[in-house]
């Protein structure tokens, strides 16, 4: 089948983000990223700046296990409406909703947020992991996020940290397991060139799929 939904999970620092712009602008597909926060904060019925302060918070409660139990479908008799919800599981909710709606309206690139784990029942996404060495992080996040310098090491551990626990708990897969993955990507190796590459490839697997159709 072809590949139609991209998602693409990366290490703080690495460039996926801007990786993801590239191969959506290229493919001439959406992007979404910012789009989710502002869906999510309307499902939730939260403001857009709350919902991006929380969106990979966790909170150790018994909606969390709620939550846990929405994701696999397992029935819940007392199920609550979403906005009753703490606001961690709003969101997460919130936003399991709205990319599931956004990945059937058609071809996209997702960023981030378990979309992967999320949509992992749909035969039409490639599921792209993206990282990088240490140093290239470090100069990423200093000269294009602003980060602060001398707490540059605290920085990755905690943003990685907190992005790797929130991944496993929701997905209760392990984050930056190529096993996860259709693609893992070295934005160190490539730089900003593997968002072509990681394009070829999926320019590459649709003309195999239309190629196939037809003959």
Known sequence: MMK????ISREYGSGGRQIGQIVA????????DRKIIEETAKEAGLSPEFVEGHEEKLQNSFFYNFALGAIYGLAHPDKPDIKSLPATERIFLAQQKVIEELAD?????IVGRCADFILKDREDMMKV????????????VIEEYGRLPE???QTLAYVDKHRKLHYETYTTQEWGDRKNYHLMLDSTAFGMEAAP????RQRKQNECQVNKKNN
Do not use: H
Not at 25 to 32: A, N, S, T
Not at 105 to 109: D, K, L, M, S, T
């Open 129 to 140: 992991f993206i990282y990088a060495d240490k140093e290239t992080r470090k100069k990423r």
């Open 197 to 200: 590459r990681l394009y070829a």
């Open 25 to 32: 602008d290229k493919l001439g597909i959406p992007f979404y």
């Open 151 to 153: 707490y540059i090491d």
């Open 105 to 109: 309206q058609g071809p996209c690139v």
């Open 4 to 7: 139609k939904i991209i998602t």
